[in-house]
T-cell receptor, first 114, second 108 residues
Framework: DAGVIQSPRHEVTEMGQEVTLRCKPI?????LFWYRQTMMRGLELLIY????????DSGMPEDRFSAKMPNASFSTLKIQPSEPRDSAVYFC????????????FGQGTRLTVV | AQRVTQPEKLLSVFKGAPVELKCNYS??????LFWYVQYSRQRLQLLLR??SRESIKGFTADLNKGETSFHLKKPFAQEEDSAMYYC??????????FGAGTILRVKS
């Protein structure tokens, strides 16, 4: 397994544009997490899914952010419209929902909104 | 609510000196705690978990429920330990939250 795969690795977009980040979790994992990493706030949990169902989206900053998981092997995080303050590294992670299991992270998408 | 606090943004020590990265948590249930590490240009990865009571790369961490702490320790720091360290707590429903992270810089 190639691990958690995120695309794109880098994204530069203009303010007001729609941005879609993609994630392919590890096969067999049934929990998927989206995080945002900034120097000021560290690693913030945006939303997570269990068995493709969103469980907690309280970390999603605004209505401009939305996430979907149409099936067990794919998830998207969308920002519409994007703003400069959304610039950050976005990580996807997956795990098996069970005792003591670890989460595996993707390499992240570095988003820059100009 | 689940919360993890790492009070230090940056910890700078000399090679061979002891290291302690602080982590405090807030959770009403029975917590599962982890330390993750992110080396330069690498993915975030698990370093250790409290339930295993293991030592990885010379690091240990003990869960202190009375002080709600899970500090990471190593008796003698090495240059290759320089990285970003995150403390994490998993609560009900498999929700995994992280602290703000601490950059460890080991100077030669």
């Amino acid at each position: 397994d190639a691990g958690v795969i995120q695309s794109p690795r880098h994204e530069v977009t203009e303010m007001g544009q729609e941005v879609t980040l993609r994630c392919k979790p590890i096969s067999g994992h049934n929990s998927l997490f989206w995080y945002r990493q900034t120097m000021m706030r560290g690693l913030e949990l945006l939303i997570y899914f269990n068995n493709n169902v969103p469980i907690d989206d309280s970390g999603m900053p605004e209505d401009r952010f939305s996430a979907k998981m149409p099936n067990a092997s794919f998830s998207t995080l969308k920002i519409q419209p994007s703003e400069p303050r959304d610039s950050a590294v976005y990580f996807c992670a997956s795990s098996y929902k069970g005792a003591t299991t670890e989460a595996f992270f993707g390499q992240g998408t570095r988003l820059t909104v100009v | 609510a689940q919360r993890v606090t790492q009070p230090e943004k940056l910890l700078s020590v000399f090679k061979g000196a002891p290291v302690e990265l602080k982590c405090n948590y807030s959770y009403s249930g029975s917590p599962e705690l982890f330390w993750y590490v992110q080396y330069s240009r690498q993915r975030l990865q698990l370093l250790l978990r409290h339930i295993s009571r293991e030592s990885i790369k010379g690091f240990t961490a003990d869960l202190n429920k009375g002080e709600t702490s899970f500090h990471l320790k190593k008796p003698f720091a090495q240059e290759e330990d320089s990285a970003m360290y995150y403390c994490a707590l998993r609560g009900g429903g498999n929700k995994l939250v992280f602290g703000a992270g601490t950059i460890l810089r080991v100077k030669s």
